[in-house]
């Protein structure tokens, strides 16, 4: 690099360590969507130190990552000035050529990526949202789950508690159970949140894949008709491009899709190819916050909006840097997880989260003690 202004004195100093942890935490309840099972969550967390503090980041992927992270990593950015966070991101992806980045290795980077965000501006004493800039103040959200292995008891209270409890004015639900089998029960379920959520609540619905391209389309008119649904995601496997196109051009209501973007390449392949309606982004899978932000880039050249796919506190701040954002995954497991785990955290109450202007970086630490009892490596 040729000679640069003086950074501020902390900035101009070396990475001191990146180290990572697994943390493992069971399901509520047993929970499916229509394309998988599960009953636990995996949150890989990233430690990164320097300029005399420490950033955390993480992804929820698979206790793989930890091995990525250390083993080839946390070497390709050793010595990198704490400030060049850009820099280290290319390190990264530069050293995971020959694994190939798509999956593990991009939630790894995405764990490293975050870390390295959170601890230049605690470097710096700022929160992330003015390191990054801001175009808002505060980030619309979702609730999130209505998984479906959940009876209508189980439904109509989640449902309850984000709307009534919270205020919180848009719900999503899981349809597409058992691989598209059960549209009775699809379209059933959907009535119930429609009469439980009121009539002033937009209700999103999640399919995961599970139908046929003709199937989705019948479902998709059937479901804004009976439950004036406004979201319909994954209503096609997301690798069917050409699909979810199909059905987007024969439904009234939004089509999306993006949760498995890992680099930018597939943001613009899906966004080229007139796949979505809004463009899904996951902070924690997409390579870190520059790599949503330049996701959130993509989609704006095309007049797309984007929405945060889970992991809401670790999205927040990015999330009001980007001008068209529509809103922000507020997902039952990891808002369990995150209250758990820790400190800083964001109410959803209202609807919207508000990042802390007066905490720095993300504003989130590990609560030690409690977060023990969950570690797994
Ligand atoms: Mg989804």
Not at 18 to 24: D, K, P
Not at 43 to 63: D, F, K, M
Not at 108 to 127: F, N, Q, Y
Not at 317 to 324: I, R, T
Request: hydrophobic content about 40%; some cysteine; glycine content about 10%.
């Amino acid at each position: 690099m040729t000679a640069r202004a003086p950074a501020p004195p902390a900035l101009g100093t070396p990475l001191a360590g990146i180290a990572s942890e697994v943390y493992t935490v069971p399901t509520d309840k047993p929970e499916a969507d229509g394309t998988m099972s599960w009953d636990k969550t995996v949150l890989v967390l990233v430690r990164a130190r320097g300029g005399g503090a420490e950033g955390i980041g993480w992804t929820y992927a698979t206790s793989a990552c930890k091995p990525v992270v250390e083993d080839l990593l946390a070497p390709a950015i050793d010595g990198v000035d704490v400030g060049d966070v850009p820099g280290a991101l290319e390190a990264m992806v530069r050293a995971c050529r020959n694994v190939g980045r798509p999956g593990i290795a991009s939630c790894a980077i995405s764990a490293v990526e975050t870390a390295l965000w959170d601890l230049k501006a605690r470097v710096l004493g700022v929160p992330l949202a003015r390191l990054l800039g801001q175009c808002r103040d505060e980030v619309p959200i979702y609730g999130s789950g209505g998984f479906t292995t959940y009876d209508d008891a189980t439904t109509r209270r989640q449902i309850e508690t984000w709307t009534g409890e919270w205020g919180i004015p848009r719900v999503k639900i899981k349809i597409g159970e058992s691989w598209g089998t059960r549209p009775d029960r699809d379209l059933a379920r959907t009535r119930l949140v429609r009469k439980v959520a009121g009539a002033g609540v937009d209700v999103l619905v999640d399919a995961n894949g599970g139908y046929r391209r003709k199937q989705a389309v019948r479902m998709g008119r059937r479901l804004r008709e009976e439950a004036g649904i406004v979201w319909f995601e994954e209503p096609v496997s997301s690798d069917d491009l050409q699909g979810l196109r199909e059905v987007r051009d024969q439904v009234d209501v939004d089509v999306t899709a993006g949760e498995y973007g890992f680099d930018l390449v597939y943001f613009a392949r899906m966004v080229e190819q007139e796949a979505v309606d809004c463009l899904q982004v996951d902070v924690t899978r997409c390579g870190g916050y520059l790599e949503w932000q330049r996701a959130a880039a993509v989609a704006f050249s095309r007049s797309l909006d984007v929405s945060g796919h889970c992991a809401p506190n670790l999205h927040a701040h990015v999330a009001l840097s980007v001008p068209n954002l529509r809103h922000l995954e507020y997902f039952h497991d990891h808002h369990r997880i995150e209250h758990m785990l820790f400190d800083g955290v964001l109410s959803p109450r209202g609807g919207v989260l508000r990042p802390d202007p007066g905490a720095p970086g993300h504003g989130m630490v590990l609560k030690a003690p409690d977060a023990a009892l969950y570690r797994t490596a």
